[in-house]
C-alpha cells in the first residue's frame, strides 16, 4: 500500500476513535454528539468558502435530495451511537456498529441485488460475526446478575441500529457526493443532521445539552473538527490508494477504539475484547479485499 495514503488512513482512523473515546468519557454522550452534530457544518461550511474562494469552483447541490435522505439517516446513527454510549461500553458498541455495517451491506446486496459474496466474502462475514459474539459475550458474562444487565444488552442493541444506518448512509453518501461535489454535498448533510437535531435538543434533553456543552465545549469544538479532517484524510486517501486498501486500513480504529475503552473507561478484560477485535478486523480486510 502507498505509504502516504496509509500514513493518512492511520491518522484518521486515531481522529475517529478518539473522539468517539470523548464522547463515551462526556457525562452525558448522547447530548456530546448532538452538540458535535450542530458544530460540523461550521466547518464544512468554511471548506465548501474555501473550495469556492481559493480554486474558484462554487457550491453545487445537484444531489440535495440525497443530502437530505443521507442527513436523515445520518442523524439516527448519531443518536443511536450517543445512546449505546449511555448505556454500554466503548469497547462493544464502537467496533460492534463499525464492524457490522460491511455486513450490512453484502447481506442487502445479496437479498436485493443478488450479489452473492464470494467464498472469501462468506468466511469474511462469519469471522467478523464471531467477533461481534465475543464482545456481545464478554460484556453480557461481566455484567451478569447484577441490577444494571439490561442496560449493556440493550447497548448492543443499539450498535446494532448503528451498523445499519451506516451502511445505509455509505451507500446515499456514495451516490450524492458522485453526482455533486464531495465538500459541498458534505456540507448540505451536516446542515440537514444538525437542522434534525435541534428540535430535540431544545425539547428532550435541553438541560442535559446546554449541560455538556458548558463542561466539555472544547472537547466539542475538538471532535467536530477532527470528525471533518479525519473524513477529507480518507478521500484523499482513495485518491492516492485503491479504494479496497483504504476500506481497510481504516479499520485500525476498531482495535484503538478497544484500546481506549479497555485501558482508559477500563471496560472489560483487554486480552478478549482484542481477540475479537482482531476477528473483525481481519474479517473487514478479507471482506475488503476478496469479498
Known amino acids: 500500500m502507498n505509504p502516504i495514503a496509509l500514513l493518512l488512513v492511520c491518522i484518521s482512523a486515531g481522529m475517529h476513535a478518539l473522539w468517539n473515546y470523548w464522547a463515551k468519557r462526556a457525562t452525558d454522550s448522547l447530548s456530546f454528539l448532538w452538540a458535535f452534530s450542530l458544530v460540523m457544518p461550521l466547518f464544512a461550511g468554511v471548506a465548501v468558502l474555501g473550495e469556492w474562494l481559493i480554486f474558484g469552483h462554487p457550491p453545487n447541490f445537484a444531489t440535495w435530495k440525497l443530502a437530505i435522505l443521507g442527513g436523515l439517516i445520518q442523524a439516527i446513527y448519531i443518536s443511536c451511537m450517543g445512546t449505546g454510549y449511555n448505556r454500554g461500553d466503548l469497547s462493544v458498541v464502537y467496533p460492534v456498529s463499525r464492524g457490522l455495517a460491511p455486513v450490512v451491506i453484502a447481506l442487502l446486496a445479496w437479498f436485493f441485488l443478488h450479489e452473492l459474496p464470494s467464498a472469501v466474502g462468506f468466511v469474511a462475514i462469519i469471522v467478523i460475526l464471531l467477533g461481534a459474539l465475543i464482545l456481545a459475550y464478554d460484556v453480557l458474562h461481566q455484567r451478569a446478575g447484577t441490577d444494571t444487565a439490561s442496560r449493556p444488552a440493550s447497548s448492543v442493541r443499539f450498535a446494532l441500529f448503528a451498523s445499519v444506518t451506516i451502511a445505509l448512509y455509505h451507500v446515499v453518501d456514495k451516490a450524492g457526493a458522485q453526482g455533486s ?45 477532527m470528525g471533518y479532517v479525519s473524513y477529507a484524510l480518507v478521500i484523499t486517501a482513495m485518491m492516492l490508494e485503491s479504494v479496497a486498501y483504504v476500506a481497510a486500513a481504516r479499520n485500525v480504529s476498531i482495535l484503538i477504539g478497544i484500546v481506549l475503552g479497555a485501558t482508559r473507561l477500563r471496560e472489560g478484560t483487554l486480552s478478549v475484547r482484542l481477540l475479537a477485535g482482531a476477528f473483525i478486523v481481519a474479517g473487514l480486510f478479507a471482506l475488503a479485499i476478496g469479498g
Not at 434533553?205 to 471532535?223: D, P
Open 181 to 225: 461535489s464531495v465538500l459541498s454535498y458534505q456540507f448540505l448533510m451536516e446542515v440537514v443532521i444538525a437542522i434534525v437535531i435541534a428540535p430535540l435538543v431544545l425539547t428532550k434533553r435541553r438541560e442535559a445539552f446546554k449541560a455538556e456543552f458548558r463542561k466539555h465545549r472544547s472537547l466539542i469544538f475538538a471532535a467536530s473538527l
